[in-house]
């Protein structure tokens, strides 16, 4: 049965940001609210956490999947980074982004697509999210919290406890924070691919 942890959007409080903490820690899947829509969010080490992802979303090892961090140091930690893709980035961190970009020897195979080496990786503007992320003082491995079937992701606390209440362990609960997904940018090729429209606008990459 997952916890669920009535959170502070604006000003999460700090004893449950490090209840949260622990509990990914040792293993726990998260349900936590981002600056575009409530996500499913696991260790980066945990190969058995990642695996129920897989199994909750019905995706294969080719899905991308997206590791959040607290700013652009960390990006540039865990993917390749030129000075075109650095700038780029800079210009849109934090936001309802998803950057596809080529995975660094800091990041296991496992999370990365099998034959092009590649993850997701965002910067986050919300304060659940970010906190989350500086009390754990690491990334998050996350995807969507859209469910197979369904054509949005779910937005409400007491829904995806609904939905997911035995395959969850802790449900970060701010209330609702949309469901409109991120914009989705691939930097790997010599121009920024749009992959997928999402909250995030696309000016800024010339793709408007």
Same mark, same amino acid.
């Given at each position: +049965? #997952?916890?669920? =942890?009535?959170?502070?959007?604006?000003?999460?409080?700090?004893?449950?940001?490090?209840?949260?903490?622990?509990?990914?820690?040792? @293993?726990?899947? =998260?349900?936590?609210? $981002?600056?575009?829509?409530? /996500?499913? &969010?696991?260790?980066? %080490?945990?190969k058995e956490a990642l695996d129920r992802i897989r199994l909750i979303r019905q995706m294969d090892e080719r899905h991308h999947l997206t590791l +959040?961090?607290?700013?652009?140091? *960390?990006?540039?930690?865990?993917?390749?980074?030129?000075?075109?893709?650095?700038?780029?980035?800079? #210009?849109?961190?934090?936001?309802?982004?998803?950057?596809?970009?080529? @995975?660094?020897?800091?990041?296991?195979?496992?999370?990365?697509?099998?034959?092009?080496?590649?993850? &997701?990786?965002?910067?986050?503007?919300?304060? =659940? #999210?970010? /906190?989350?992320?500086?009390?754990?003082?690491?990334? !998050?491995? $996350? $995807?969507?919290?859209?469910?197979? &079937?369904?054509?949005?992701?779910? $937005?409400?606390?007491?829904?995806?406890?609904?939905?997911?209440?035995?395959?969850?362990? !802790?449900? !970060?609960?701010? %209330?609702?924070? %949309?469901?409109?997904?991120?914009?989705?940018?691939?930097?790997?090729? /010599?121009?920024? *691919?749009?992959?997928?429209? @999402?909250? &995030?606008?696309?000016?800024?990459? @010339? !793709?408007?």
């Open positions: +049965m #997952a916890r669920v =942890v009535n959170i502070h959007p604006e000003s999460p409080q700090q004893r449950l940001l490090a209840q949260a903490a622990d509990f990914i820690r040792k @293993g726990a899947i =998260v349900a936590l609210p $981002t600056d575009s829509c409530y /996500a499913l &969010g696991c260790h980066l %080490g945990d +959040m961090v607290r700013d652009l140091s *960390e990006i540039a930690h865990f993917a390749r980074v030129d000075n075109a893709q650095y700038r780029l980035l800079k #210009a849109a961190t934090p936001g309802s982004y998803t950057f596809i970009l080529e @995975g660094s020897k800091e990041l296991p195979r496992r999370v990365m697509h099998p034959k092009r080496k590649t993850i &997701g990786l965002r910067v986050p503007d919300h304060p =659940v #999210a970010l /906190a989350l992320l500086e009390e754990l003082n690491e990334p !998050l491995l $996350t $995807t969507t919290l859209q469910l197979p &079937g369904d054509e949005l992701p779910l $937005t409400e606390g007491w829904e995806i406890q609904d939905r997911l209440d035995d395959q969850l362990e !802790l449900i !970060l609960d701010c %209330g609702p924070c %949309g469901t409109e997904p991120t914009t989705i940018i691939d930097l790997t090729g /010599a121009v920024p *691919e749009l992959i997928r429209a @999402g909250r &995030g606008p696309l000016e800024l990459f @010339g !793709l408007g």
